[in-house]
């Protein structure tokens, strides 16, 4: 549930550091970073998001919010589930998770490698929401296979704030000031934007860009994967500018690893990136404080 300011979860394409060097996104998103401009935005954020979760997830469900951030709502999720799996690549976030929910048994705190040994067919439903830009198309499909062997047979994967092809920075700004008026921290948010404009993050996008999809090419990959995707309205979070898909397992439709294509750029705009930790089968093992709780 990472801000749709400023998000990922797919964070090992290169950026750059405050001193001038290069660093990776996982290590970007391990230090302190600006991502809200006040603890309001930070709060009305995760609020959103988490009343956007529940209105796609079924009750009772086993659910992974991958690419979790903070999650500081995530127990309003937790309490319609059986078991809430929060999993982020960044090691000081999941040790705040996991001292936050520590007394939450039904609430566990994993690394990408650790959701990718999960059980095959034990999760119920998958969201990644403001993930899907910070993949390479590469890293994209082989997402789609380890979500799709993780779902049960009749499990969903849920694919939030996608951006389209034509929506950019400029649009992006217009639907934060929106939801800073709305929500009582304009001036802040407006002040958070110029801080933002001299930042590392903009000159990575600048120099990286995002991977950016139409509607129908994300169903279309989503169907070659072995789901059954539909748009969804609105779109999770603040940006109705941005696409959510609900993809449903068919399971006998399941493709053969061997027919799996070959990493290449989408069409329109998508860019692949030098290097990403989001895709789970890609990272490395990342010892964990606190074991996986199976439901």
């Known amino acids: 549930m990472r801000s749709t300011n400023v998000r990922t979860l797919a964070r090992c394409a290169r950026g750059v550091a405050s001193n001038g060097s290069t660093m990776s996104w996982i290590e970007y998103w391990n230090e302190d970073t600006a991502i809200y401009v006040n603890a309001r935005h930070r709060q009305v954020h995760y609020e959103v998001v988490a ?83 910070y993949f390479s198309i590469g890293e ?25 092809q034509h929506v950019g920075p400029v649009t992006d700004a217009i639907a934060l000031l929106k939801f800073a008026q709305e929500n009582g921290f304009l001036l802040p948010a407006a002040a958070g934007l110029l801080r933002t404009f001299f930042s590392s993050y903009r000159r990575t996008r600048a120099k990286f860009g ?25 779109n999770f979070g603040h940006n109705a500018q941005r696409l959510t898909l609900v993809a449903h397992v068919e399971k006998a439709c399941r493709p053969a690893e061997d027919d799996a294509p070959e990493a290449t750029s989408p069409p329109g705009r998508g860019i692949v990136f030098e290097q990403s930790s989001a895709a789970a089968s890609l990272s490395p093992a990342i010892v964990e404080n606190r074991p996986i709780q199976l439901p």
């Open 210 to 234: 995002l991977l950016q999809f139409e509607e129908q090419e994300v169903i279309d990959l989503l169907d070659g994967a072995g789901f059954r995707a539909s748009r969804h309205h609105p």
């Open 51 to 133: 009343r956007d979760f529940l209105r796609c997830l079924p009750r009772g469900a086993r659910v992974v919010d991958y690419g979790c951030g903070d999650a500081l709502s995530a127990h309003l999720v937790a309490d319609a589930c059986s078991h809430l799996f929060l999993c982020d690549s960044a090691p000081s976030v999941r040790n705040r998770l996991a001292d936050r929910y520590l007394s939450r048994p039904d609430i566990s705190v994993v690394s990408p490698q650790q959701f990718h040994d999960l059980p095959d067919g034990t999760i119920d439903a998958i969201v990644a929401n403001s993930v899907v830009q």
């Open 140 to 164: 994209f499909k082989r997402f789609l296979a380890v979500a799709y062997a993780k779902l049960a047979r009749s499990g969903r994967l849920i694919l939030a704030d996608i951006i389209p």
